[in-house]
């Protein structure tokens, strides 16, 4: 397993991290592991050299926190020995959804990150959480008042680095310019979707990463199961977009499927394996965050950290879904020399 920094930071992590939204019971069905479950799953990374956990509040409302303090203790692991990840921003009760009642129970005011840590800390049995995430945008709470209360929390020790998820790219930069100016805690990671069916992200916000010395984690990284193949031959029993057909995927994610099928099959390996590790070797990605049902899933995710692909087989297995740059990407393109001009 290698490990990597987490942007600019000084934070060492593993260059596949256990996802854990499959733990609890609930969020649209993705949550199915209850602790008996959950703790193979969690000895199994930590045995395969993963030192990176990510949840958040939201996943199946605190429960999946819950579990993976649990599963931590239970494996008899050190604290200083792991990195811990959470995020904030989700509803967290049923009267939060109503224009009265628990309103204040989501977003990102600072009575909702205040109160969100404590939640967090107490679910997951620790004092501190390693890197405290937004969950994406809330319209309704100034983005200052959101990095000051985050800014705090580094201060206090309550969080040791801060990260953004769901984000566009003009409005990550702001927030850093805001912390730039204010002296505050800058985040060091931004969290997004990035898959080799699905890749929006090389458009605008990894340059933007990569720019700014922002480590990148990325979530769902085999599409909810669509870049492992089982989808192919109809909907399989158990399946997590039977219920649930999120995230979005590329028009050409079939033609990607044929390439990753030959590569795997000349490999002898799965197509999960391929596309993480596809994934594991893109320049600016830090960590690819996995996620399994069962041990057989995750035993197989976790050999992606040994399977090299060579540059043929990447350039290959990148041609089916390489995005169409839009205006201004494919202008940019052409005057910095890396794209023919348009129309020839």
Excluded at 140 to 152: G, Q, V
Excluded at 161 to 177: C, D, E, H, R
Aim: overall charge neutral.
């Amino acid at each position: 397993m290698e490990f990597r920094r987490l942007g600019s930071s000084g934070l060492r992590v593993s260059e596949l991290c256990l996802g854990t939204m499959t733990f609890g019971h609930g969020l649209m069905g993705v949550g199915v592991l209850g602790q008996e479950a959950a703790d193979p799953l969690v000895r199994a990374a930590l045995d395969a050299g993963v030192n990176f956990f990510d949840t958040a509040d939201v996943y199946s409302r605190g429960e999946s926190e819950e579990i993976l303090g649990r599963a931590l203790k239970n494996a008899g692991v050190a604290r200083h020995s792991v990195v811990l990840a959470t995020k904030l921003r989700g509803t967290m009760s049923d009267a939060a959804t109503a224009e009265t009642g628990d309103i204040n129970n989501r977003g990102l005011s600072r009575k909702h990150v205040m109160e969100s840590i404590d939640g967090s800390l107490r679910r997951l049995g620790v004092d501190y959480i390693d890197l405290y995430q937004i969950h994406g945008i809330d319209p309704h709470s100034p983005i200052e008042e959101t990095l000051d209360a985050l800014n705090d929390l580094v201060r206090v020790g309550k969080v040791l680095y801060i990260g953004v998820s769901n984000l566009a790219a003009w409005q990550i930069t702001k927030a850093l310019g805001i912390s730039e100016r204010r002296g505050w805690a800058k985040f060091v990671s931004l969290q997004a979707y990035y898959s080799l069916v699905a890749r929006d992200l090389e458009v605008e916000l990894l340059p933007m990463a990569r720019e700014e010395g922002l480590g990148v984690m990325t979530w769902s990284p085999l599409a909810g199961g669509y870049a492992s193949g089982k989808y192919r031959a109809g909907k399989p029993e158990v399946a997590r977009r039977n219920n649930f057909d999120f995230p979005r995927v590329s028009p050409r994610a079939e033609d990607a499927l044929v390439v990753m099928e030959q590569v795997a099959d000349a490999r002898g390996v799965s197509m999960a394996r391929v596309a993480l590790a596809w994934l594991r070797q893109q320049p600016g990605v830090t960590t690819v965050i996995i996620g399994a049902r069962n041990p057989e899933q995750l035993e197989d995710n976790l050999k992606a950290a040994d399977l090299e692909l060579t540059a043929e087989e990447l350039e290959k297995l990148g041609v089916p879904t390489a995005p169409q740059l839009p205006y201004p990407q494919w202008m940019i393109a052409w005057q910095s020399g890396r794209q023919r001009p348009p129309g020839r």
